[in-house]
Structure formats: C-alpha cells, structure tokens
C-alpha cells in the first residue's frame, strides 16, 4: 500500500512542475496561504499542511515553551514528520522533489528553516517571512543549491533584527544564497515583502 500523509491539508494542481509548500502561522490553518501562493506564483502547484500542534485550540507546527523559547525535541521530531510528509506528499501528487519551495510565515517560517537545517533535501528553495533561528544543528548542513530569501520586519517586537540576521548568516555559513530584507514593518506581512518575494521567487 502507498504511504499517505498524515497532515490534514490542501493540495491545489499546476500548470509547471514548481510546488509552494506553504506553511502558515500559529492559529492559521491549510487555507491560510492558498491566496499568497497563488499572488507569488500563479502557476506553481500549492501544497498546505495544517500544523498538528495545538497551543490553545490553535494550530502550530511545533511545540514552543513561552514566546521565541521552543521546545527543541519537539521541534526536531516534528520537523523530520514534516520532511516525510512532504516526500510522501511528492509520491501521490506526483511533484517533482527538486523544486519545492517552503513559503513560511512566522511559526511556519520557523519550521521551514528548521527543514532547512535538518532535512535540507526535502526542499530547493524557501521564502521565510518573520523568521527566527529554530535552532543550531548538531551537524551542519549542505545547502549550496539552495536558494532562500527572508523578509524580515524592522521593528518586529517577536523576532529581533540580530536574530534575522543571525539566521541569516547560519544559512550563508552552510552554503545557502541567502537574500535578506527589512521591511518597516512589525511581525505582519506586507505587501513589500509579497512584491520583493514574488520578483525573488521569478527570478531563482
Ligand atoms: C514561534 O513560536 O514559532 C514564533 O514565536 C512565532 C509565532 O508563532 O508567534
């Protein structure tokens, strides 16, 4: 029998063998990020799992101790779950594995930069708005194909500047192109970072 994943989600087909893997933020779900896909990359297949964590009735991806202090274990372990489901995901929707790119807002940037250090061959690229450092691997990873662009807030009260950049900087020592903006903006998403992450997303 064929795995099947085990997130509830929503798939929506191409029309170009490109898939967002869309990751939305605590409290959203696998609706969230359809329209923000669709404005990044019409022509892109759209895949959004809903974060199996609940903190409060909300959905997350991964446990987290207080604001910004996550809990580690439960961050590895849900971001090696989410690595297979996107392989599985791969097998039944038929998505070619070499060009998939994360897009993550907040708690599902986190993630997606936790798969970036963790499970790097699940993903090709990433878009990670308001992301912070998940964590430090123990190893560090290969991710000299790998594209990634953060946009991050200027005065964003949940993620410092110095942590975007230290992210930032994690990913550029393991290798990554990584392209960094600040938007005047706090933890919310703004049309600045839609437009530089669509033309970003155009052009790698
Ligand atoms: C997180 O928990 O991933 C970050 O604090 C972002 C958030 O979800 O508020």
Same mark, same amino acid.
């Given at each position: 029998?064929?795995?099947? $994943?085990d997130?509830?989600?929503e798939? @929506?087909i191409?029309?170009?063998?490109? /898939? !967002? !893997? !869309?990751l939305?933020?605590?409290?959203?779900?696998?609706?969230?990020?359809? $329209? *923000?896909?669709?404005?990044?990359?019409?022509?892109?297949a759209? *895949?959004?799992?809903?974060?199996?964590?609940l =903190?409060h009735?909300?959905p997350?991806?991964?446990?987290? #101790?207080?604001?910004?202090?996550?809990? *580690? %274990?439960?961050?590895?372990?849900r971001? &090696?779950? *989410?690595?297979?489901?996107?392989?599985?995901?791969?097998?039944?929707? =038929?998505?070619?594995?070499?060009?998939i790119v994360? @897009?993550?807002y907040?708690?599902?940037?986190n993630?997606?930069?936790?798969? #970036?250090?963790?499970?790097a %061959?699940?993903?090709?690229?990433?878009?990670?708005?308001?992301?912070?450092?998940? #964590? /430090?691997p =123990?190893?560090?990873?290969?991710?000299?194909?790998?594209?990634?662009?953060?946009?991050a807030?200027?005065v964003?009260?949940?993620?410092?500047?110095s &942590?975007?950049?230290?992210l930032?900087q994690?990913?550029?020592?393991?290798?990554?192109d990584? /392209?960094?903006?600040?938007?005047?903006?706090?933890? %919310? #998403?703004?049309?600045g970072?839609?437009?530089?992450?669509?033309?970003? !997303?155009?052009?790698?």
């Open positions: 029998m064929r795995p099947q $994943p997130f509830v989600h798939f @929506v191409g029309k170009s063998d490109r /898939t !967002l !893997l !869309l939305h933020g605590t409290g959203g779900n696998e609706r969230d990020l359809i $329209p *923000l896909g669709q404005e990044l990359d019409p022509n892109a759209l *895949l959004s799992p809903r974060g199996k964590v =903190e009735g909300m997350r991806f991964f446990r987290r #101790l207080a604001e910004g202090v996550f809990d *580690l %274990e439960d961050l590895q372990k971001t &090696n779950e *989410l690595a297979d489901f996107v392989i599985s995901s791969a097998k039944r929707y =038929e998505i070619d594995k070499r060009q994360a @897009v993550g907040s708690n599902g940037a993630i997606a930069a936790s798969l #970036l250090l963790l499970r %061959e699940v993903l090709s690229a990433a878009i990670l708005f308001r992301a912070m450092v998940p #964590l /430090t =123990e190893k560090q990873p290969n991710l000299s194909s790998k594209s990634i662009f953060i946009g807030g200027a964003d009260p949940i993620v410092p500047s &942590n975007s950049k230290e930032a994690m990913l550029r020592s393991a290798g990554a990584v /392209t960094i903006r600040f938007f005047q903006s706090g933890h %919310e #998403l703004t049309s970072d839609v437009n530089a992450a669509r033309e970003w !997303l155009h052009n790698t």
